[in-house]
Structure formats: structure tokens, C-alpha cells
């Protein structure tokens, strides 16, 4: 099947291009075998003993083992207790997608497109969150939103506004939406900001030419063209917010958990594996899904020759 | 020409709308850097004078000193780790004519979009059924998973940035593959794969969700370190701390620059 790419090697030996074809393959297996060992040590077999403790049943003295049951899944999926942090999960991560959306554009267009000076602050500014840990931009987020006089947004109302009523935002869903848009907004920029940047100018400048106003250029011509960038930012931003746990449990306390906080509290204080299981298949099933989506589209686009410009 | 893409009244809205969002990128970040020097003994707003005690507090705690050494100890060790599996990988997946490279590229980049949390979950699950008790060496483990799929991906992308009619010149000029490998291909790929590398460190300088599940009592990384501060210390000496990883982060982002450019080392 490679045969094709090779042949311009191979033309002065002809001969043994089989053999030779061989041994290539063999070559590259064991550069590969350290890797795919490592993964299928460390990552695949623990990975799926864990997710298959969610079908199994668990003992009173802890071990895990038959009869198969779909109990666990039943009782995350339709209790009412359990439903209601999954659906809190889902639409926080909605929300999160949403929100970094919006305000993802101004920054990628101003990378793409923005004087160098400015193209340069914002990547860095996009950028430098990306390496500081998650702990200190959520502790960050703490101070910012405190519910009392100390927080920084509620000094602020009583500067401007020189009342007493202070703003709840701490231990609230939209704390851990705002603080998950802010740990995630970089992820999404990125992506878009590269495919912002394979548009072809041209294209345009055509609209404009042809009289359509700068709002009307964008959605027409500029964001249809960005989709590629789009999809794959949103999924990202979408499955890690699905699969959060510092910002919810240090922004969102017991009134906003979410499927994390029950995977580490089952784990570690309940100790009910096939639980944990569940919950741990559930929020892995989210992270496929929405990738296989995102992949499912991109390529529908690609496949349709949207992407024009692109390299 | 570039410029011509953003101006006018569309430019100036995409301007002043961009400035009020990297605003609310830095807040939080300024906030603590502001409350790290004052001189109140809670961490509340507003900050009063500027005192560097908060600082001298944190570095001469032996606690704070223990967990930095263990997490630039274990960033380094899963880097380098990572570098000697990812780079033959993909090497070969880019190289060599392995039949399915697209699954196997798959499963390589995995650990990326596998919720962090239950990789780690499920290796604590691992060693505590296989009875491995050694902390350090369970989190250099966790902490390769997390490294590997970022250190991949920039080797990958290197490589097909590579001319590979050098290569092909050195070849015609009578030197070996392996001599050809090592003086023409390596040093192209070098920029590119020290940047992946500096990245991939401070991923697992930050990593919060894997060490949480791995760390014990005498090998704490930083972030859990300060997490756990968090809940029992209310001076600004936590701020003082977060400063001090922020201004890690802002050496790696000026290093980043510096080797290939933040554009390049970030794909865009």
C-alpha cells in the first residue's frame, strides 16, 4: 500500500524492495514499542479495569466481581440526586463553550489579523495563563468574587456605587462557569487564531468590494471559514470543563458539584468502585463522544471543500 | 496588508472588545500579585503598603523549599522520560512504513483527551492492587501519561517542518542514514522539540489532577502543596506562593519566545 510513496527510493533496487519493505516496518515497531508499552501498561489496562468495575458488583468486604449489573449506571443516570449533578455538569460545560466563544473571537482576530505590537501582547497575555497551575488562577478567582466586602468585585460595587448591597457570586454555578472560562479560554483562541489565519485575504476583500459592511464580511465570510478552528476549540474547552475538578470545588462548594466531585468522593470517602466506575465511564463516554463529533464534522467540512485557503 | 485586515470601525470594536477580555484574563492573576506585598495580615482587598515579608515567609519555609525541589525534580524526570519514548515514536510513525499509524498516533495522543482525573484514578487503582507504595515513582509515572502526548505532537510537527531534501542531499553525498540522521535532521529539529519540551515541563510543574491522586505525605508537589494551604493558612504568604508560580509560568512563556517564537511553539 506504501509502495507508491516509496518508489522513488527504491527505483536503483528494484530487487529487494520487499524484503527491504520488511524490515522498514520492523525498524518502526520497535521505535514505537517503548511508547505503545508504556500506554498499555499505565494508561489502557488500568483505564479499562477501572471503567469495568462500573458493570461489576462489590462485596461487603470490598471485593469486586460478579454478577453483572447496570445498577450503577441506572442509579446515576435516573436517581434524582445523582441525575441532577450530571445534567449540572452538562450545562455548565454548555455554558463554559458558549462563553468562550464569544469572547474567543476578538482575541483570535486581533492574533491573526492585529498590528505585530498588539498580535504579540495578546498571544502572550492568551498564552501565559496556559502555565500557571489551575490551583492559582482558581485561588485568583476566590478573592475576585469573595461574597462579602473583602472580594475584589464587591469593593468595587461599594467604590462605584457607595451602597451596602453586596453581589453573591462565590459558591454559585456561574463562579465555576467564569473561573472554567478562564482556565479554558486559551485552548479555544488558538485553535481559531490558526484558522483565522489560513483565510484567505482575498476572500474578504471581495465582500467588502462588493459593499457588505465589516459586521456583515464577518459573518459570512470570516466565521464560516473559522468553523474548523471553532469545532475543534469548543470540543476542548466542552470535555475538560465536563471533566473539571478544582474549579468546582474551589469555586462552586457543595451548590454547584459536579461529575468530578462525585468520582473523588466516591472514591476516596465512599470507596464504592462500581460507583466510581460508573461516574468515571460516564465523564470518558463525554470526552469521546464530543471528540468523535467534532472529528465527524471537520472532516464533513473538509470532505465538501469549505475550507478554502487552506493549506 | 495585515493591517489593512483590522481597521476602521470594525477594527476599532474588535480592539477595545480584545482589551476588555485579556483584562479579565489578568485580573485574577494582578490581584494576587497585588495582594502578595501588603502589609495586612488577611489576604483581603484592598492591599495596604508593601512588604516583601510574605516572600522571605514562603522561602524560608522548608515545607515550600521540599515541594518546589520535588516538583522541578519530577517535571524534569517526566520530560526527559517522555523525550526517550515520544521521540522514537514519532520518529517512526513519520519514518518508518508502520502499518495503522493513524490508531497508533491515536493511542499515543490519548492521555490528551482522556479526562486527566480518571487517568489518575485509575493508576492509583493500579498501584494500590499491585501494591506499589514508592510515591515518587508513582507520580513520575502519572506525570510521563500527562507529558508524552505533548511532547509527541511537537516532535510530530517538527518533523514534517523538516526540508527533507537536505537529507536527501546528505544521502547523495555518500553519508551513512544514521550519520545523515544525527548531522542534518536533529539539528532542525532541535528548536522545535526544546520548545515542546519546556512546554510539557510546566504541564507537569502545574499538574494538579494527577498528584492529587498519587502524592503522600512526604512527596508533595507544589500545586497540591498550596491547595492544601489554602484551607488552613488566610495570610498573604499563599499569595506570596501563587506569585511565585505565576512568575515560573512567565519565565517559561519569555523562553518559549526566545527558542521558536510563541506563534510556532503554539501551532498558530
Redesign the interface.
Known amino acids: 500500500m506504501?509502495l507508491a510513496s516509496?518508489a522513488d527510493q527504491s527505483m536503483a533496487n528494484a530487487k529487494p524492495r520487499r524484503g527491504r519493505?520488511a524490515l522498514?516496518?520492523s525498524?518502526?515497531?520497535i521505535?514505537?514499542l517503548?511508547?505503545?508499552g508504556?500506554?498499555l501498561v499505565?494508561?489502557?489496562?488500568?483505564?479499562l479495569?477501572?471503567l469495568s468495575a462500573s458493570v461489576l458488583t462489590q462485596s461487603g468486604s470490598g471485593d469486586i466481581g460478579l454478577p453483572v449489573t447496570f445498577a450503577n449506571y441506572d442509579r446515576l443516570l435516573f436517581s434524582s440526586a445523582y441525575q441532577k449533578v450530571v445534567l449540572r455538569t452538562m450545562s455548565i460545560s454548555v455554558w463554559t463553550s458558549l462563553i468562550s466563544i464569544v469572547?474567543a473571537y476578538?482575541?483570535a482576530?486581533?492574533?491573526?489579523?492585529?498590528?505585530?505590537s498588539?498580535s504579540?501582547?495578546?498571544?502572550?497575555?492568551?498564552?501565559?495563563?496556559l502555565?500557571?497551575?489551575?490551583?492559582?488562577?482558581c485561588?485568583?478567582?476566590q478573592?475576585?468574587l469573595?461574597n462579602n466586602r473583602?472580594?475584589?468585585l464587591n469593593?468595587l460595587i461599594a467604590l462605584v456605587f457607595r451602597n451596602r448591597a453586596t453581589i453573591k457570586l462565590m459558591y454559585t454555578e456561574w463562579a465555576v462557569i467564569i473561573a472554567s472560562v478562564?482556565v479554558f479560554?486559551p485552548l479555544i483562541v488558538?485553535p481559531i487564531?490558526?484558522s483565522l489565519?489560513r483565510i484567505n485575504?482575498s476572500l474578504?476583500e471581495a465582500a467588502r468590494m462588493l459593499g457588505a459592511p465589516?459586521?456583515r464580511a464577518?459573518l459570512r465570510v470570516t466565521l464560516p471559514l473559522s468553523v474548523p478552528g471553532l469545532t475543534a476549540g469548543v470540543t476542548i474547552v466542552f470535555?475538560?470543563t465536563?471533566?473539571?475538578?478544582?474549579t468546582p470545588q474551589?469555586l462552586g462548594g457543595t451548590n454547584a458539584s459536579m461529575l468530578?466531585i462525585l468520582?473523588?468522593q466516591q472514591?476516596m470517602t465512599v470507596f464504592d468502585?462500581p460507583m466510581?466506575g460508573a461516574i468515571?465511564s460516564v465523564?470518558?463516554a463525554i470526552?469521546?463522544c464530543s471528540?468523535a463529533a467534532s472529528t465527524w464534522i471537520i472532516g464533513l467540512l473538509t470532505r465538501r471543500g469549505q475550507l478554502g485557503g487552506r493549506k | 496588508?495585515?493591517?489593512a485586515?483590522?481597521s476602521?470601525?470594525?477594527?476599532f470594536v474588535?480592539?477595545t472588545?480584545?482589551m476588555a477580555?485579556?483584562l479579565?484574563?489578568?485580573?485574577?492573576?494582578a490581584?494576587?500579585v497585588a495582594?502578595s506585598v501588603s502589609e495586612l495580615n488577611?489576604?483581603?482587598?484592598?492591599p495596604k503598603g508593601f512588604t516583601l515579608a510574605w516572600y522571605a515567609k514562603v522561602l524560608s519555609d522548608a515545607a515550600f523549599r521540599h515541594s518546589f525541589v520535588v516538583s522541578i525534580l519530577i517535571a524534569l524526570g517526566a520530560t526527559t522520560i517522555s523525550l526517550?519514548?515520544?521521540l522514537?515514536?514519532a520518529?517512526?510513525?513519520d519514518?518508518?512504513?508502520?502499518?495503522s499509524a493513524g490508531v497508533?498516533r491515536t493511542?499515543?495522543l490519548?492521555?490528551m483527551?482522556?479526562?486527566?482525573?480518571?487517568?489518575g484514578?485509575?493508576?492509583?487503582?493500579?498501584f494500590s492492587q499491585t501494591r506499589m507504595r514508592d510515591a515518587s515513582i508513582n507520580l513520575l509515572?502519572g506525570h510521563?501519561?500527562v507529558t508524552?502526548p505533548y511532547v509527541?505532537r511537537t516532535i510530530t510537527v517538527s518533523l514534517e517542518l523538516v526540508d527533507r531534501t537536505l537529507e536527501e542531499a546528505a544521502l547523495t553525498l555518500g553519508a551513512s542514514p544514521v550519520r545523515a540522521f544525527v548531522r542534518v535532521t536533529v539539528p532542525q529539529l532541535v528548536p522545535g522539540i526544546a520548545a515542546g519540551c519546556l512546554?510539557a515541563f510546566?504541564i507537569s510543574?502545574?499538574?494538579?489532577?494527577i498528584s492529587?491522586w498519587l502524592g503522600d505525605a512526604e512527596y508533595v508537589p507544589?500545586?497540591v502543596y498550596?491547595?492544601d494551604s489554602?484551607t488552613r493558612l488566610f495570610d498573604p504568604s499563599?499569595?506570596a506562593t501563587?506569585s511565585l508560580?505565576?512568575l515560573?509560568?512567565?519565565l517559561?512563556?519569555v523562553g518559549?519566545?526566545k527558542i521558536v517564537g510563541?506563534?510556532r511553539a503554539?501551532?498558530?
Open positions: 506504501t516509496t519493505q522498514r516496518v525498524i518502526g515497531m521505535l514505537l517503548p511508547a505503545l508504556f500506554l499505565f494508561l489502557v489496562i488500568p483505564s479495569s477501572l469572547l476578538p482575541l482576530m486581533v492574533i491573526a489579523y492585529g498590528r505585530p498588539l504579540r501582547l495578546t498571544m502572550v497575555l492568551v498564552v501565559a495563563p502555565v500557571v497551575s489551575v490551583i492559582v488562577r485561588y485568583g478567582w478573592l475576585l469573595g473583602a472580594g475584589v469593593w478562564h479560554l488558538l487564531a490558526t489565519a485575504p474578504v465589516p459586521w464577518f470535555a475538560l465536563a471533566s473539571s475538578f478544582v474551589m468530578g468520582l473523588e472514591a468502585w466510581t468515571a465523564m470518558v470526552a469521546l471528540n | 496588508m495585515t493591517s485586515r483590522l476602521g470601525g470594525g477594527g474588535t480592539y472588545a480584545a477580555i485579556l479579565f484574563i489578568v485580573a485574577p492573576l490581584v494576587i495582594l488577611f489576604a483581603t482587598f484592598p526517550c519514548l515520544g522514537p515514536a520518529y517512526a510513525l519514518r518508518w512504513k508502520v502499518p497508533i493511542l499515543l490519548s492521555p483527551i482522556l479526562p486527566i482525573l480518571i487517568t484514578l485509575a493508576l492509583l487503582k493500579l509515572i510521563i501519561l508524552l509527541v512546554f510546566m510543574f502545574d499538574d494538579y489532577p492529587m507544589l500545586p498550596l491547595h489554602l499563599i499569595a501563587s508560580m505565576i515560573t509560568g512567565i517559561a512563556v518559549l519566545e510563541l506563534r503554539m501551532g498558530v
